[in-house]
């Protein structure tokens, strides 16, 4: 079972994302929030697989409680999925660098939020592919990405993969490209993650782009 919370300051959003998930024969909502307080709270004591944060609550705020929750080791394995109204750039860039496993804005279909919760929870990451663009043109900006960026460290099969990641193409994708199997290229990433500091791909995508591996535009 995937283990869901959901940190939200209207209930009514939380009862509609309670009822989608819970109705999933591998999910459960193990916990709810209203606040960027209590949000970490909730993740301290279920440890949930995937939080689902809201940006703008009373007090502490959804990107507060993202980056309390990424930096606190004990909870590496919590994925968070920013969920919001309002598809602003800075709340993109702010919410992805500090850590969010994803990020969709509230009237995606029912059917990307329980996508996005599987690929959170698999230890992927899920953006849509707006948010993507609006992304990658802020690090090319020189917005920097949090993580080692020492690339020498890479093998040269390594840096290939991550050229790959950088274009947006999942582990699957990226197998049939080189020719290798989906549990190769798995492992191929996860000793990237490793080496490069990385908490998720989302910041690999923004390593390689932001190291000039890859530049925007290119396919």
Same mark, same amino acid.
């Given at each position: 079972?995937?283990?869901v919370a959901i940190a939200d300051d209207q209930q009514l959003i939380r009862a509609g994302f309670r009822a989608l998930l819970g109705a999933e024969? +591998?999910?459960e909502v193990v916990g709810e929030a209203a606040t960027g307080e209590d949000a970490v709270r909730m993740a301290r004591e279920h440890r949930p697989d995937v939080l689902l944060m809201d940006i703008r609550m009373p007090g502490r705020d959804g990107l507060w409680a993202t980056r309390e929750i990424v930096a +606190?080791?004990?909870l590496a394995c919590v994925h968070v999925v920013v969920v919001t109204t309002f598809e602003l750039d800075e709340?993109?860039?702010e919410a992805i660098l500090a850590g969010?496993?994803?990020f969709l804005v509230k009237d995606s279909e029912p059917v990307d939020l329980i996508r996005a919760v599987r690929v959170a929870a698999s230890g992927d990451a899920l953006l849509s592919p707006g948010i993507t663009r609006r992304l990658l043109e802020?690090?090319?900006d020189g917005v920097r990405a949090p993580g080692g960026q020492d690339l020498s460290l890479l093998t040269d099969r390594e840096r290939e993969v991550l050229?790959?990641?950088g274009q947006g193409l999942t582990n699957e994708e990226i197998a049939r490209r080189l020719f290798l199997s989906p549990l190769t290229a798995k492992t191929h990433v996860s000793r990237m993650m490793g080496k490069l500091g990385a908490r998720d791909r989302v910041q690999l995508v923004v390593l390689a782009y932001e190291s000039g591996l890859v530049k925007p535009g290119w396919r």
């Open positions: 079972m995937i283990r024969p +591998d999910m +606190d080791p004990a709340y993109v860039t969010a496993s994803g802020r690090v090319a050229v790959l990641i």
